[in-house]
């Protein structure tokens, strides 16, 4: 069950002055029963009660905001701050245990423009923000695959919170846009699968709060319209990570360079519009082993019919079937190689019929979160 209330308020002082402030407030309340059963010499099943659980999870964040903007003839700037107020609340029915989570955090930006020419305009910016764990991440029972491999949550995971500090420049063709900039990114709080055995043989993997990482890297973003029926837009991202962490006595270290790659095209024939993207992610050394490359391709298309009023969508994700997390987990007690597939190739057909409803434009893009691997 969801609730999100929002109120904003926007006041323009003059040209290129303007004051916002607002309120947000998200409820979010999940009930999550599982239970694990195995049969017996007899045919029957019987219940696992270490492995089924009826688990609830409630998180209320209230927050405030406000933004002021000046844009001059050179210069331009905006500075806001938001303040947060989270409270979490989880519970276990078998273990009858309750755990609450409360914090309040401040996080201020800052974003500052100036225009070099009419082309091109430099960009600097930091933003403090946070990132909470998801549900699966404080669920203590959220997979049972086999005796040997356990996949945990923990309640008592905290956020990750993060500064990033950024410098580029923007440039404007007639047709394209081109960004380049480089960045640091301050993170504490750092949340990683920690994997550790039983008894030599069986692992238990479980999400916690390990250290501190410092990223340094360099992005990359272009869009352009080479003609009226193609549009190109892409991201580059090549970085270092340096984690220092631990956990226990376990030391969770790692020194990583790496990249990311994204790439989109859409493209109208006719009435058809075509959408395809390629994400390409380079091998990775993590805190326990390594990860090896991975990659997978999206195909849609969507054509309007029924003079404009309706829309028949198809879609494939993963097209080649090709997004699996293959690695290897290196302890000082176990090495452990995997392959693992969250999502096979999925394939969906929709139809859309609009009643006194003009079709919404499509936000042209990914979201960061569609090209991200902590699902793994």
Excluded: C
């Amino acid at each position: 069950r969801n609730v999100l209330m929002q109120l904003d308020y926007v006041y323009p002082f003059k040209k290129g002055k303007k004051f916002e402030a607002g309120y947000r407030g998200t409820l979010r309340e999940i009930a999550n029963d599982y239970i694990v059963e195995q049969i017996d010499g007899s045919g029957g099943f019987f219940t696992l009660p270490n492995f089924s659980n009826k688990f609830t999870y409630n998180e209320d964040v209230h927050a405030l905001y406000s933004i002021y903007e000046n844009k001059m003839v050179k210069w331009g700037y905006q500075v806001g701050l938001r303040v947060e107020q989270t409270n979490i609340t989880t519970f276990q029915r078998e273990t009858n245990e309750t755990n609450y989570k409360d914090y309040l955090n401040a996080f201020p930006s800052a974003f500052v423009t100036y225009n070099l020419d009419n082309m091109r305009t430099l960009q600097a910016s930091y933003s403090r923000r946070l990132s909470r764990p998801r549900f699966w991440y404080l669920n203590p029972f959220s997979s049972y695959s086999d005796p040997r491999n356990i996949r945990t949550g923990n309640t008592d995971l905290n956020p990750e919170y993060t500064d990033s500090y950024e410098l580029g420049v923007l440039n404007n063709l007639k047709k394209s846009s081109v960004y380049v900039g480089g960045y640091y990114r301050y993170s504490t709080g750092v949340i990683d699968r920690i994997q550790t055995s039983v008894d030599g043989i069986n692992t238990i993997s479980t999400p916690r709060n390990i250290g501190i990482e410092n990223a340094y890297g360099i992005e990359a973003n272009f869009s352009t319209d080479p003609t009226d029926w193609l549009n190109l837009n892409g991201n580059a991202n090549f970085y270092r990570a340096i984690t220092k962490g631990r956990y226990n006595d376990i030391t969770l270290d790692r020194d990583t360079y790496t990249a990311r790659f994204r790439l989109n095209s859409k493209i109208k024939i006719n009435k058809i519009d075509f959408q395809v993207s390629g994400n390409y992610m380079a091998p990775e050394r993590q805190t326990q082993g390594t990860r090896k490359s991975l990659y997978y391709m999206d195909l849609g298309a969507n054509m309007d019919v029924m003079k404009g009023k309706g829309t028949i969508n198809l879609s494939v994700r993963d097209l080649f079937n090709s997004r699996k997390y293959r690695g290897t987990t290196i302890t000082s007690n176990f090495t452990e190689s995997s392959k693992f597939q969250w999502r096979s190739r999925q394939i969906r057909l929709s139809f859309s019929y609009r009643l006194n409803q003009k079709k919404k434009r499509e936000r042209g893009g990914q979201r960061d979160d569609d090209f991200d691997d902590e699902e793994f």
